[in-house]
């Protein structure tokens, strides 16, 4: 992409009503723009790292063996009414009426729909187990809509729904999406700490929400210090396996969010590894057995002929709100520092002398080997000045920046820096996209 044809409307100061870097860097850097309060739309740049982290998303859920189906934002009063969520819902659904005075609302999540789809189709234990989801947008009146994509009021969710013959085999669902967000969250660039979670009136211990720590988070949580640094178990994982072990080396040490937390029991922490932080809640995993499928009778015939409600439970991500977590974790003072995973660009190309004629044919076909090599450059051909230039790119974040000047040029070099450690490498145009192409300075 050439940044003179690109849509890239950065500010230059930081707009006084957004009070966290996440916020202030995604609107400084052209990412978001709001519309109402807690409504955005994603403009260029912030759609390109929706759009990357969505994908992996949904390529995790798809190695967990869930299946991907797409159900409407809007849904009927009816359905609601059913489970009797519509009447307990309350000032956050978003209900509509439609010229035929029909009631509507638009879904701030699709338990009803999902187990309506179900029951449907499936009605032997031999059609389980299965898990469905879908990424889409959610709509929830919040009372407080606060720092941009964090807690918006329209919001991308991915949201998966698992349906098993019994309580045991939804263990074993529940663990495919533990290990699944583990992984996600991993190949986003984040340390998420799975944290116990209330279960409400359903009781157990299947309920965890993911943590990103930082200090901005809404949530208070307490942990074992060894939870933030146990790696992810990796992509290679036997999601047909037993995963019952993965799941217990973590839920073995002490993690809990302020509603669940037992200071007797974090006492019980070695004292140098209690942490007690802030976190931002990126995903929320939950088993809630028969809660939906006994008023809607969404039966399954066991192998004994008898029909039995099918258990149930809920898996969210919150897409739109990981870009928000994503910055949190990864930016300073110039701006974002995007894993490479998620970057909007793979490169940026900074000609700092538009017009010169050394230069532009440089710049040229360093962003023309760039593209056959696959790596996504963003070309700063605009004739702003150098310095702008460099504050804008600092500002984006893209990984890495060739600077290409007149210079260096002159004895055959440009300059390679790495955004994350701010490192300079000096050396030939060709020298720099078959390093960038071989990922020589990866770090992810
Ligand atoms: N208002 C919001 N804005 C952005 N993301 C949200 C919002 N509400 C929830 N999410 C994301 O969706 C995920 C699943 O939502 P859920 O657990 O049902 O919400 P809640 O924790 O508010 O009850 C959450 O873990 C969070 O990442
Ligand atoms: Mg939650």
Not at 412 to 417: A, D, R, S
Request: hydrophobic content about 40%.
């Amino acid at each position: 992409m050439r940044l003179s044809r690109y849509f890239l409307p950065v500010l230059k100061e930081t707009p006084s009503d957004a009070e966290i870097v996440s916020h202030q860097l995604m609107l400084r850097a052209g990412m978001i723009k709001q519309q109402a309060a807690g409504i955005y739309s994603w403009l260029p740049l912030g759609h390109r790292v929706l759009k990357k982290i969505e994908q992996i998303v949904r390529e995790e859920q798809d190695r967990a063996g869930a299946i991907e189906l797409l159900m409407p934002t809007i849904q009927s009063a009816d359905l609601w009414r059913e489970s009797g969520r519509y009447d307990d819902y309350g000032d956050e659904m978003l209900r509509i009426t439609d010229r035929h005075d029909r009631e509507l609302l638009f879904g701030p999540t699709n338990e009803e729909m999902i187990t309506e789809i179900f029951r449907s189709y499936c009605k032997s234990y031999k059609d389980l187990p299965k898990m469905l989801y879908h990424i889409q947008w959610k709509f929830r009146d919040e009372r407080r809509p606060r720092f941009g994509v964090m807690r918006g009021r329209e919001f991308l969710m991915k949201d998966t729904y698992s349906f098993d013959v019994d309580e045991e085999a939804a263990r074993r669902s529940y663990n495919r999406m533990f290990v699944a967000y583990l992984n996600t969250f991993s190949r986003l660039g984040l340390k998420a700490v799975p944290m116990k979670a209330d279960t409400g009136p359903i009781g157990g211990d299947l309920s965890h929400e993911f943590i990103v720590l930082a200090e901005t988070g809404e949530s208070e949580v307490f942990c074992h210090a060894d939870l933030v640094e146990m790696g992810a178990p990796g992509l290679d994982v036997d999601f047909d396996g037993d995963l019952q072990p993965l799941v217990d080396q973590r839920t073995a040490l002490y993690a809990a969010t302020e509603e669940m937390h037992q200071p007797d029991e974090f006492a019980a922490v070695p004292k140098d590894r209690q942490l007690s932080a802030r976190g931002i809640e990126v995903g929320h995993i939950f088993y809630f057995g028969t809660k939906y499928s006994e008023p809607m009778k969404a039966l399954v015939q066991h192998q004994d002929g008898q029909p039995r409600p099918v258990h149930m439970g809920s898996y969210g991500v919150g897409v739109s709100r990981l870009l928000g977590a994503i910055i949190e974790a990864h930016h300073d003072e110039k701006g974002c520092i995007w894993p490479e995973s998620v970057a909007p660009f793979g490169v940026g190309i900074i000609n700092m002398r538009v017009g010169d004629e050394a230069c532009d044919v440089a710049s040229e076909a360093a962003y023309a080997a760039l593209v056959e090599a696959g790596l996504d450059p963003l070309y700063d051909d605009t004739d702003n000045r150098a310095g702008a230039k460099f504050a804008t790119a600092d500002l984006i974040g893209l990984p890495y920046q060739i600077v290409i000047g007149p210079r260096g040029l002159k004895e055959g070099k440009i300059e390679l820096k790495v955004r994350r450690t701010g490192e300079t490498h000096e050396m030939s145009p060709e020298d720099a996209v078959s390093r960038l192409a071989e990922r020589a300075f990866a770090d992810d």
